[in-house]
């Protein structure tokens, strides 16, 4: 981030409007904490989630981190290391990755796998294991869907009680909080947001056909075009090598 945009950000997290905001989503997350009894925080990598991870762990740092690694063909494994980092960096001591499979085996064709298995098969699970709640870093300003969410302030999802601390808040507050407390952030937005402005730059999975009608790919594929035939390029040479050692037994068994 440039000089100009740092200056911007530090000037509005001095302004009376962001301090009311901050102090709100501090009294939300405070009242979470002493009402539920084993909360987790939900951390995609996105801006929203990480402002989100290292306030609600300023109050308590042993509360569980839990990140969906949406796999290789989705998130290029040096941003999903950056993302880990991240965390780390910020303070999480217990951080919980979960992913599916089937990444992995459909590539690029895999479509909503989010919701089939850590809504239908994780969020279950940590309701067994005693999770009762998760601090998402929802924002009204993103869209309608999440607008309606965010006006409900909590809502109850199989037994999970999603609290929104940032529901109010604006790219602006965001911004203005992870530049004026010197919180680590995606290396991602600072490569979208020349082109996109960091206003609009949101941080989604790459070259997924989900988000081509917003014209994602195109950019997806002008920044990040070295990471987009990685994984089809690793898969070939390892093809390639399994069929070299298949080759040079057949030989050695003929010669013996």
Not at 53 to 59: A, D, N
Not at 156 to 168: E, H, V
Not at 196 to 207: A, E, M, P, Q, S
Not at 234 to 245: D, V
């Amino acid at each position: 981030m440039n000089s100009e945009w740092r200056e911007y950000f530090l000037l509005w997290s001095q302004t009376d409007e962001f301090r009311r905001k901050l102090g709100e989503a501090r009294d939300i997350i405070k009242q979470a904490l002493s009402k539920f009894k084993k909360p987790y925080i939900a951390f995609s990598g996105g801006k929203d989630s990480t402002a989100l991870m290292h306030m609600v762990l300023q109050h308590d740092d042993s509360i569980t981190v839990v990140h969906w690694d949406y796999g290789p063909y989705f998130i290029p494994r040096p941003l999903e290391k950056e993302i880990i980092a991240i965390a780390r960096k910020c303070g999480a001591k217990n951080l919980t990755v979960l992913t599916s499979s089937l990444y992995k085996k459909l590539g690029r064709a895999a479509q909503g796998v989010l919701g089939r298995h850590f809504i239908g098969v994780e969020v279950p699970r940590l309701v067994r294991e005693g999770y009762d709640a998760a601090f998402l870093g929802l924002r009204a300003e993103e869209g309608v869907k999440r607008r309606l969410r965010a006006e409900k302030q909590r809502e109850c999802d199989k037994g999970i009680t999603n609290i929104f601390p940032l529901a109010s808040w604006t790219w602006r507050d965001v911004w203005a909080y992870i530049i004026a407390n010197g919180v680590p952030y995606l290396s991602y937005y600072d490569k979208y947001a020349p082109i996109l402005g960091y206003d609009k730059t949101r941080f989604v999975t790459l070259f997924d056909p989900e988000f081509d009608r917003f014209g994602s790919e195109n950019v997806d594929k002008f920044i990040m075009w070295r990471h987009l035939n990685t994984i089809s390029k690793n898969r070939n040479t390892l093809t390639s090598n399994k069929n070299e050692n298949s080759n040079e037994k057949i030989s050695t068994a003929t010669k013996k």
